[in-house]
């Protein structure tokens, strides 16, 4: 397996869905998510891949998904190279996941260690989070603790929207918004322990939720550079204004590259891929000990 990936078709398998990084595949009441090597920034998909990224979250994913299985069950399932023809699997193998199709509750269960992102941009202009006051005076990159839970709305097209925790009583009920609360914090605790020892900052992620035979399952990735903020633990202790690890060249490169931001992005120069490139492999390593 080596080639990187742009695009799959697989021949007899409908799409059940193809978004920026993974091509998801139909199997009834499984599905085949495919990570490629594709990379967005600012909503856009970069027209160069970086190759071994999708094997990198992949990966990851699957360490994270072992490593919680007693927290809460999960979507994956075991491997079985035999749904598609063979020489597909030669070359998908290591970047996809056989998962239960769930039931998706529309929520993406978000959990902050630190006041990043979206959450500082509530904080910084209306002093709360999740609709909730915190204390005024924090800074960008402040450690909340105990860890927050700050849900959103999935929504398909266009971008999510954060809500309240009473919202997301009103969605889902009281008795499963606190089930979801209670499930994300202790997958944060257990994903910040993970990444404190390879050196790294669990700053925030989101987790997805399903129904899988009325039972809550967890399901799409976990704990990956792309639904997560990883920090050097070193930058985010120096209150330095601390680089997101993987993707933060890239988009300082766009910003300075003078893009607008609307498609068509631009090619990224050699190097940068290649910086990229090593910066997923490192978070792999660094994190599971896996070497690509
Ligand atoms: N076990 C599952 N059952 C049903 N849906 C799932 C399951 N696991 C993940 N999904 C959904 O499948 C999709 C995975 O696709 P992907 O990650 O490429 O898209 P996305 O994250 O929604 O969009 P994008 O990556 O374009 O921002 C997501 O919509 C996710 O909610
Ligand atoms: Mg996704």
Known sequence: MGAPLSE????????????????????????????????????????????????????????????????????????????????????????????????????????????AGSGWEEYHSRGTLADEPLPPGLEFGAALDPPHFTPATKSDSGHDQNISRAHLRSLVGEEVAARLEALSIALFRAGREGCLAAGFDLVDTKFEFGWVGGRLTLIDELLTPDSSRFWELAASRGGADPQGFDKQPVRDWLSASGWDRRPPAPHLPPELVVETRRRYLEVLRRITGISL
């Not at 239960?100 to 929520?107: L, M, N, Q, S």
């Open 8 to 115: 799959l078709e697989i021949p007899g398998l409908p799409l059940f869905r193809r978004g920026k990084v993974r091509d998801t595949f139909d199997l009834g009441d499984r599905l085949l998510m495919v990570a490629s090597d594709r990379l967005s920034a600012f909503d856009c998909v970069l027209p160069d891949l970086i190759p071994d990224r999708g094997r990198v979250l992949t990966a990851l994913s699957r360490h994270w998904f072992a490593r919680t299985a007693a927290l809460v069950p999960n979507h994956l399932l075991p491997d079985q190279p035999a749904v598609v023809p063979a020489d597909v699997w030669e070359r998908i193998g290591d970047r996809t996941m056989l998962v239960v199709k769930a039931d998706r509750i529309d929520v993406e269960c978000v959990v902050r260690g630190r006041l």
